[in-house]
Nanobody, 128 residues
Framework: QVQLVESGGGLVQPGGSLRLSCIAS????????IAWFRQYPGVEREAVSC????????FYRDSVKGRFTISRDSAKNTVHLQMNTLKPEDTGNYFC?????????????????????WGQGTQVTVSS
């Protein structure tokens, strides 16, 4: 069974940066489809970014394109989400999730219901 643990959240001023990390155990991270989701209080979770198991497919929601970067460090069994030029609307609890085994090979899906394993979340607050 895949276990995921997020870290790296915190309080940052608008325009600042944070790097979130998602560490996997139980599976080799290199084989996993990983997505980052975020959730605001009282609002459904939304997909932020995903990366396929072969790293060839990467997607971002429109509002974070050009500011966020997802990457995989297989040696550390970790997927990162580098978040730059943060805005107050980026505030939320950020979760990493795994679609394991992949619903579709060599790609990733930005839809919550396809993800089977979830971390506990890490809070990101963007405020002055």
């Amino acid at each position: 069974q895949v276990q995921l643990v997020e870290s790296g959240g915190g309080l940052v001023q608008p325009g600042g940066s944070l790097r979130l990390s998602c560490i996997a155990s139980g599976f080799t991270m290199q084989t996993l489809v990983i997505a980052w989701f975020r959730q605001y209080p009282g609002v459904e979770r939304e997909a932020v970014s995903c990366i396929s198991s072969n790293d060839k497919s990467i997607f971002y929601r429109d509002s974070v394109k050009g500011r966020f970067t997802i990457s995989r460090d297989s040696a550390k069994n970790t997927v990162h989400l580098q978040m730059n030029t943060l805005k107050p609307e980026d505030t939320g609890n950020y979760f990493c999730a795994s679609d394991s085994p992949p619903t579709i090979e060599n790609t990733c899906i930005m839809i919550e219901r396809f993800y089977d394993y979830w971390g506990q979340g890490t809070q990101v607050t963007v405020s002055s």
